[in-house]
């Protein structure tokens, strides 16, 4: 979903502030205490830019609420990513241009820089779908690598990051000329603390809050592959508004309980305080999921999502919800809501027939069109299902694997739908 990107007030001033803001203070302590030709003094920022902008990709990294609901999740994943890389450019030419004759300043600093070099490379390749949501090679040597290194391997190398910062501490401390500046040396542990402290938060003390706990109390099968489970929410839990989705993880589970894995809301009970998620067989973990029993103890971090703003913001337009394969499952809680008060057309693109297990939901809602479409679709198919009147002025919202939405909306862009009335979801990060 990485490059679904909004621009908007918020998502400008939160790269300003991340790209800028941030380093300013700690550049401006280490300059205003250097002795040095002025070239040096650059190459020293470079590096010292180069750690903040790790240390702000790491805090990102914990995915703030307050944050996604500002500039969106894909936003902020893009900004996580867009600092890992301008962090290895900026220590890259810290790296080349400067020199030491302290061996543990060469040493760490070396150390940390190739550490960074293989995380950042590694995640855009193996987390990202920089290259592999377009280049179908790659993905394919990606689905093929998955099956070696799982996905929760890739995210566990991935955290070699906090090697790379405990050897930037080092390196920075061993400096003499840099060490002996006593309040810049404060400022960058008041930095760092900041950084480490808001993910250990994130992962050791915010997951036991009683409104991120909930339970499985339904697991029905809809297809051999494709399961349908409810969750009761803890009575303090914020309910998730339609199309939003959360980070669940399963306790107990073998591998589901260790790393978090994104689902879509697929319906909401507000009277039981009750979400539905609809769960399709995707790789070795979603593969077991008829086997999670009712009564097992779930973790759920969000809702995430920016689905409902979109909607509102295009208060006069008609909704036009496409879904391919486990991509439908958001559509469903968002044609429900809005059912009776927009129109609404859904387009359920499949692979199987047998995948349309949403289709009677969708035809007994008032108001809805639902039309079904095996495989891939052309300019031709959509203009067959999708009047004219909706293809002008229709909110497009697209949900499913990253290949598919990108492919479906050139589709569309051909029919004429514009760029500002299409919204989507990648299901994968
Ligand atoms: C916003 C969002 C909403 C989603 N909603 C649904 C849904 O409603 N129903 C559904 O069936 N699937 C949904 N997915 C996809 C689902 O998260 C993956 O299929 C699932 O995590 C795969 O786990 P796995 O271990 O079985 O497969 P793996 O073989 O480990 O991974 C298969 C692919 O899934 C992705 N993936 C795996 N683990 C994660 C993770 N922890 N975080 C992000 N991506 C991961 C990776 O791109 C990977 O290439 C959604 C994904 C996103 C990003």
Redesign the pocket.
Known sequence: ?MFHVKHSVATVLAWVLCLVVLPLPLVRFLDAGLVDAPQRILVTDLGLLAYVWWLVATALSTRPLWLERAIGLPSLYFLHGVLGVAALISAGLHVLFSTTFHALTRVTGLSAWYIELFTVLAAIVFLSGWITDRVGWMRRF?RWW?KVI???VS?WIHRLNFVAIALILIHISSIPRVNRLTGFIIVLWIYSALSLGTYAWAKFVAPVAPSRQGTVVANTTLTPSTWQIGIALDSHARLPQPGD?YFISFHGVPHFSS??????V?SLDRAKHTVT???????????RMGDVPTGTSVLLEGPFGQFDKEIERHADSPLVLIGMG?GI??LLGIAQTWAGKRQICVLDIVSRKADLYYARDFESLTGVEFRSHLHRVTAEDVRQMVNPDLLARGLFIVVGPAAGVIGTEYVLRNCGVARNRLCD?????
């Open positions: 979903m990606r998955e799982t996905h929760e995210v989705f790393v978090a894995h994104p689902f879509s697929s998620f609809t769960i399709h067989a995707s790789g070795d973990l979603t593969a486990a499952a958001p979801e990648r299901l994968t990060m």
